[in-house]
């Protein structure tokens, strides 16, 4: 079932390759929810470093789930799509999926998770009969092995295959995408993704990468 059909990867990330002043500055000009938020992820961070990959995925999935709301981008920013950075988000309190999932993958990887293990991953939700798109972050503990999904409908982290309500349609991160379960490349993700390209700046003006 759990076909990716487009998966990107981050060139170059050392671990624990954050930026704790920068992350802060950044923080304090967004405002004085986004510098509380700071303080308990990077709290979170330097408290994971040294655990097992799964703990570290049960701690942020967790800290997201718990500390943000769910809310459409129209609500929120009066767009109808528009990518939260980490920062931004913890700013608003406030987010949909794909800030969900992108929060969680930049926070995972400054805590050293390698890149390559983590892709988001865009699917078709079936909510009771109710089909909608929406966005999930899966990590893969070996390249071949089964993804784990981190999500903000279901708080508990699932197997693929114990999520049957998600059929994947493709999935990225940073370097580079993949059609199918091959290893041919597809382009340039940045140049085919505007509003990753976009989000994938602010990242790492803020310290994350």
Partial sequence: MWLVALALLVPGVLP??????????????????????????????????????????????????????????????????????????????AGDCEDFAIAKYFSLIAAGLPSAKLRMVYVRADLGGNVRAHMVLAYYAQPSAEPLILDNLIPEIRPASLRRDLSPVFSFNAEG?????????????????????EVLAKARAEGFV
């Fill in 16 to 93: 624990w390759a954050w930026d704790r002043d920068r992350m802060v500055a950044a923080a304090q000009r967004y405002g004085p929810e986004a510098v509380s938020g700071v303080r308990q992820l990077q709290s979170t961070i330097a408290a994971t470093q040294s655990m097992p990959e799964e703990a570290r995925l049960q701690a942020f999935n967790r800290l997201f789930n718990e500390r943000i709301v769910f809310a459409e981008d129209i609500d929120t920013v009066g767009q109808v799509d528009q990518w939260a950075s980490p920062l931004e988000l913890l700013a608003r309190g």
């Fill in 177 to 197: 995408l993949w059609q199918g379960t091959g290893a041919q490349k597809a382009g340039d993700p940045t140049a085919r993704l505007s509003r990753w390209r």
